[in-house]
């Protein structure tokens, strides 16, 4: 027989129930079912219009000897070793700069944060006015200068140079942001301690501040290297992978190759094979990097 206690748990269980259920279908619907169906795509050859056949293996076979897709993983590796370093380091010192008891502090605090909250394609439509090779605000600048012209999104050697540009003023805020919550939590005795001992403001920042924002460091780096392996609707307002393919992203041939309005013959089941290509790649990096800072004992997660 159960008991007044009994029940009331079962009834507190079917509340809980009852208030995650929508949330969890939701998540199930929006998430898991597409990330399954993608999979069951990735084992054919179809473009969701005529009759498909199996496929097996053989898309991911064919992702491992495309040249394109070698292309595009150079790009995006290029990408990755220039943005994700730069926007850590220049996100951890804008950061302790911020930290410091400045005048208008909030308004630069705001002034950093203002471009993250934008699209990242409001910032790619804005910056093709910025670096217009004829128009552009960046080569007036240059000629005021008596610098000479430069093709910026339009020259290959410099185009990927300036989406990491690009990327960088619109999403270092968001480490700045993060950055600025650790240092809140660096102990100022500590601190005040080490000052007192005769330690410079360096040597303060390299034993005492860096230790502590280690944890956030590697939070950082998983994030921006998620967001670099992921480059795409930058690419798709600024130079949709020209000129001559030299901006062409892993994420962005994945669109070419899938979607007939980017450019491709609709291989539905190839694109979907380089898009789980891409999530064994990025699920691999986060593993790594949690498995790091276990062992290394910085409690990052």
Sequence with gaps: MATKKDSISWRDTLTGWGFVAPATALIIGLAFFPAGWAFLLSRQNTDLIMPSSPAGWSNYELMLHDPGVRGAVMHTLFFSALFVPISILGGMVLAVALNREIRFQWFYRTCIFVPFVASAAATGILANFVFDPDFGIANNVLRHLGLP????????????????????????????????????????????AARVDGASPLRIFWHVTLPELRPVTVFTTIWQMITAIQLFDLVYTTTKGQPLDSTVTIVFYLYVQAFPLGGGAGAFGYGSAIAYGVFAVTLLLTVVMIAYSRRAKVEAF
């Design 149 to 192: 012209k430069q093709g910026f999104l339009t020259d290959p050697t410099q185009a990927m140079i300036v989406l990491v540009i690009i990327s960088l003023w619109g999403s270092i805020g968001f480490n700045v942001v993060i950055y600025l919550a650790a240092l809140q939590d660096v102990s100022k005795d500590t601190i005040d």
